[in-house]
């Protein structure tokens, strides 16, 4: 079965200071990809960053990078010179085929506080 | 212009209601889904369907019965309403043919049934 795992239901961070947000996951899939959203008090569930199963370099989207191990299975995220608005629940997720259709599965999120 | 758009964004009933929730994308996707997200934030997908065709349901109760007029409407009707399925729905989009295409998701609706 395809899980993924984030260990660590909140964390906080002092603004303009870095944080790693931790993921893990479970597949016998051999092409996937791994995804890290953001949902602000809003609701509204915001993309931030995607990679790829295949491609060795960790992806970087401004302040946000990846850490992707893959052969332990992780894939942290780092947030840089965190900013107010980066408070937010964060989740981690795993997409594979499955059926003839592409299957998001997410893990349990984690409540990021950025402390001014 | 909204790329995922829900109706309603509230939703409060009774017990033994039966209510539904509308869901429409103006992207041009072929995939659209469901997703549930309980009171502890984790969110859990319910139903995928694929040009109007269901391909994924997660073993949903049958009083959840999703409708696909056309690739871009994914509609959510719920029978029989019970206190558990207090929640947040969530439904989303994404082009299929790509594990890398994005998943735009809807606003949510949060239904409060008391």
């Known amino acids: 079965a395809q899980t993924v795992t984030q260990s660590q239901p909140e964390m906080s961070v002092q603004e303009a200071e870095t944080v790693t947000l931790s993921c893990t996951y479970d597949?016998?899939?051999?092409?996937?990809?791994l995804f890290w959203y953001k949902q602000p008090p809003s609701r509204q569930m915001i993309l931030v960053i995607r990679?790829?199963?295949?491609?060795?370099q960790n992806a970087t989207e401004n302040r946000f990078s990846v850490n992707f191990q893959k052969a332990a299975k992780s894939f942290s995220l780092k947030i840089s010179d965190s900013q107010l608005g980066d408070a937010a629940m964060y989740f981690c997720a795993y997409r594979f085929s499955q059926g003839g259709s592409e299957k998001l599965v997410f893990g349990k999120g984690m409540k990021l506080t950025v402390n001014p | 212009d909204t790329a995922v758009s829900q109706t309603p964004k509230y939703l409060v009933t009774q017990m033994g209601n039966d209510k539904s929730i509308k869901c429409e994308q103006n992207l041009g996707h072929d995939t659209m889904y469901w997703y549930k997200q309980d009171s502890k934030k984790f969110l859990k997908i319910m139903f995928s369907y694929n040009n109007k065709e269901l391909i994924i349901n997660e073993t949903v109760p049958n009083r959840f019965s999703p409708k696909s007029p056309d690739k871009a409407h994914l509609n959510l009707h719920i029978n029989s309403l019970e206190l558990g399925d207090s929640a947040v729905y969530f439904c989303a989009s994404s082009q299929a043919g790509g594990l890398d295409t994005e998943a735009f998701f809807g606003q949510g609706t949060r239904l409060t049934v008391v």
């Open positions: 990679q790829e199963a295949y491609k060795q």
């Open positions: 597949t016998s899939e051999s092409d996937y990809y």
